[in-house]
């Protein structure tokens, strides 16, 4: 795993962890810049779940805050992690309802853009589209497969969870939306997703298994679900041996230059 600068901040005796003025302004600045960036973007599911999560605007929302809701919707809840987990303790995690959050906030510096997935990623990205039961057991799915899985399969699963969790699109009665986490975190990919610039194909598990993707770039290509139940199928799918028929098939030509390797 590549390393990280941040460290995730420890709770006190009574479980409580304590922002700095500075981490508690980041979170707000981001909040509301996002949230202006929302509507006619993101899924129904996705905004009802921002309203049950009812998240501070002024700080950084304690983990249980968040747990109280999840738990009444889905049962899950969110697990206090490091920057940085394995793939073992990550479908540890979902395989037992608990979705990992790291309870660090991006710098200043790295304010529109931050590779490591922090606290406003997990909690503004993820958490509101876990109280909607067909993404929760979708989720819960993956993490019990990826669990059994083998480091090989790891792989090809950590593609559809790509093109799905972090990066899906949704087609709905009042045209196409997002609820992947990793665009709704981000601003501008928020705007790009929607935009003329990238491919956007009806959703293939097969192929979304086979397709490369980069995490340092806007993605060139997004896979649409019909309806955000959808969700609900693909989890009821046979997956592994879907992931057996990509490794036999291989990888699609990717979408993208290589990473320009640093001398």
Same mark, same amino acid.
């Given at each position: =795993?590549?390393?990280?600068?941040?460290? $995730?901040?420890?709770?006190?005796?009574?479980?409580?962890?304590?922002?700095?003025?500075? &981490?508690?302004?980041?979170?707000?600045?981001?909040?509301?810049?996002?949230?202006?960036? /929302?509507?006619?973007?993101?899924?129904?599911?996705?905004?009802?779940?921002?309203?049950?999560?009812?998240? #501070? +605007?002024?700080?950084? !929302?304690?983990?249980?805050?968040?747990? $109280?809701?999840?738990?009444?919707?889905?049962?899950?809840? *969110? $697990?206090?992690?490091?920057?940085?987990?394995?793939?073992?303790?990550?479908?540890?995690? @979902?395989?037992?309802?608990?979705? #990992?959050?790291? *309870?660090?906030?991006?710098?200043?510096?790295?304010?529109?853009?931050?590779?490591? #997935?922090?606290?406003?990623?997990?909690?503004?990205?993820?958490?509101?589209? /876990?109280?909607?039961?067909?993404?929760?057991?979708?989720?819960? *799915?993956?993490?019990?497969?990826?669990?059994? +899985?083998? !480091?090989?399969?790891?792989?090809?699963? +950590?593609?559809?969870?790509?093109?799905?969790?972090?990066?899906?699109?949704? %087609?709905?009665?009042?045209?196409?939306?997002?609820?992947?986490?990793?665009? @709704?975190?981000?601003?501008? &990919? *928020?705007?790009?997703?929607?935009?003329?610039? #990238?491919?956007?194909?009806?959703?293939?598990? @097969?192929?979304? /298994?086979?397709? !490369?993707?980069?995490?340092?770039? =806007?993605?060139?290509?997004?896979?649409? /679900?019909?309806?955000?139940?959808?969700?609900?199928?693909? +989890?009821?799918?046979?997956?592994?041996?879907?992931?057996?028929? $990509? %490794?036999? @098939?291989?990888?699609?030509?990717?979408?993208?230059?290589?990473?320009?390797?640093?001398?």
């Amino acid at each position: =795993m590549k390393g990280t600068s941040y460290v $995730a901040r420890q709770p006190d005796e009574q479980g409580i962890i304590h922002y700095s003025e500075e &981490e508690n302004r980041i979170w707000s600045e981001l909040l509301a810049r996002q949230m202006s960036w /929302l509507p006619g973007r993101a899924c129904d599911q996705y905004l009802e779940g921002l309203r049950k999560l009812n998240l #501070p +605007a002024d700080r950084i !929302p304690q983990l249980a805050e968040v747990d $109280a809701v999840l738990e009444q919707a889905t049962g899950w809840r *969110t $697990a206090q992690v490091p920057a940085l987990i394995s793939f073992q303790h990550f479908f540890e995690l @979902l395989a037992d309802k608990q979705f #990992p959050v790291a *309870t660090f906030i991006r710098s200043r510096e790295e304010f529109d853009y931050l590779q490591e #997935p922090d606290i406003f990623h997990e909690i503004f990205g993820h958490c509101p589209l /876990l109280t909607n039961p067909a993404f929760a057991h979708f989720t819960h *799915t993956y993490g019990k497969l990826g669990l059994a +899985a083998s !480091p090989k399969e790891r792989v090809f699963l +950590a593609r559809l969870y790509w093109f799905t969790v972090e990066f899906g699109l949704v %087609q709905t009665e009042q045209g196409l939306r997002i609820y992947g986490g990793g665009i @709704l975190s981000s601003p501008g &990919e *928020t705007r790009y997703a929607l935009s003329d610039e #990238p491919e956007r194909v009806t959703m293939s598990v @097969l192929d979304a /298994l086979r397709t !490369p993707y980069r995490i340092d770039i =806007m993605q060139p290509i997004y896979y649409v /679900l019909n309806h955000l139940d959808d969700l609900f199928d693909i +989890a009821e799918l046979d997956l592994m041996s879907l992931v057996k028929q $990509a %490794q036999e @098939l291989g990888l699609h030509e990717p979408k993208f230059p290589p990473k320009q390797k640093v001398s």
